[in-house]
């Protein structure tokens, strides 16, 4: 099974940017297609991107043009770029990995997950 640890949360200014890292152990990257999530108090799970092991990628129209995932199957390590940032992004995100390219939007098809990194947005 892989591990998956976040890193990169903070407190940042409404316009400012941010780089999430999820750091992979256990299993080789590139077995796996990633994704990022993301949840805010008081709401359910959602999908923010995924990229698959070809580079493929996917995005919730709500960070689109904003946020960039991208991955280093040499570093085991998957980046979320989120640019431009909203108030509205605040929320604990979450690095997930499948080996399956089938309702990515639907958390309950991942079946791995990290721990979490929060992310707080000012405004």
């Known amino acids: 099974q892989v591990q998956l640890v976040e890193s990169g949360g903070r407190l940042v200014q409404a316009g400012g940017s941010l780089r999430l890292s999820c750091a992979a152990s256990g299993r080789t990257l590139s077995s796996y297609k990633m994704g990022w999530f993301r949840q805010a108090p008081g709401k359910e799970r959602e999908f923010v991107a995924a990229?698959?092991?070809?580079?493929?990628?996917n995005y919730a129209d709500s960070v689109k043009g904003r946020f960039t995932i991208s991955r280093d199957n040499a570093e085991n390590t998957v980046y979320l770029q989120m640019d431009s940032l909203k108030p509205e992004d605040t929320a604990v995100y979450y690095c997930a990995a499948t080996q399956a390219w089938i309702r990515i939007l639907q958390a309950a098809y991942w079946p791995w997950w990290g721990q979490g990194t929060q992310v707080t947005v000012s405004s």
């Open positions: 990229v698959t092991d070809s580079s493929m990628t």
